[in-house]
């Protein structure tokens, strides 16, 4: 079945770039994507890529995808302590009504 | 335009007691979803419904039950809650179909079972 998995947790100082690290089983992933959830809150997408992409930029983030060994990478320049949050990774297989969500790798940026 | 909502914001239950979980959206989407997350499991998938009409089972659907009201409404239902049942839980919608497909989440239900 189809697993997708990340890292727990990742501390970075302000002004440094975060890279969230994320792996999946299922090749039949058409459209992968970044979640980010914070406190007390529901999760709201940040961006997304097709599977036939490499790398994916928009404005401070930076996602790339390496399909032959499903890895999916969400890297964010200048983090802030905003950025502070649970990034999610979710794919979705085509036809499938349904996403696949990774654990959550919960960022904390320190001053 | 309040997106998806959630109701209540916050629920405490003694084990055996019945509740539903409200969920309505107002972005006319045609598919419908409940997660459940917990710590370390990230969001695990209870049930959804594709269409207004029909629902079907996610990953974790024991001990819960749906009802799609109407386009709008997704209804979660826990008939004798359990401790094991404590948890966030989370709607989500979106237009249905194949394409990126964004969803959307309301800002849950903390939901905890004594």
């Known amino acids: 079945g189809e697993d997708v998995e990340q890292s727990l947790f990742l501390s970075v100082r302000e002004g440094d770039s975060s890279v969230i690290n994320c792996t999946y089983t299922d090749s039949s992933s058409t459209y992968l994507y970044w979640y980010k959830q914070e406190p007390g809150a529901g999760l709201q997408l940040l961006t997304y890529?097709?599977?036939?992409?490499d790398m994916k930029q928009d404005q401070r983030l930076t996602v790339l995808l390496n399909k032959k060994d499903k890895h999916l990478s969400l890297r964010i320049a200048d983090t802030q302590t905003g950025d502070s949050a649970i990034y999610f990774c979710a794919e979705k297989n085509t036809g499938f009504q349904k996403l696949v969500f990774g654990t959550g790798t919960r960022l904390l940026v320190s001053p | 335009n309040a997106g998806v909502t959630q109701t209540p914001k916050f629920q405490v239950l003694k084990t055996g007691q019945s509740m539903t979980l409200q969920c309505a959206q107002d972005m006319n989407h045609n598919s419908m979803y409940w997660y459940r997350q917990d710590p370390g499991m990230g969001l695990r998938l209870i049930y959804y419904?594709?269409?207004?009409?029909?629902?079907d089972k996610g990953e974790v659907p024991n001990g819960y039950n749906v009802s799609r009201l109407n386009k709008r409404e997704f209804s979660l239902r826990l008939e004798s809650a359990a401790p094991s049942q404590t948890s966030v839980y989370f709607c989500a919608s979106c237009r249905g179909g194949l394409g990126t497909d964004t969803q959307y989440f309301g800002p849950g239900t903390r939901l905890t079972v004594l």
């Open positions: 419904s594709a269409s207004e009409g029909t629902t």
């Open positions: 890529i097709f599977s036939n992409m």
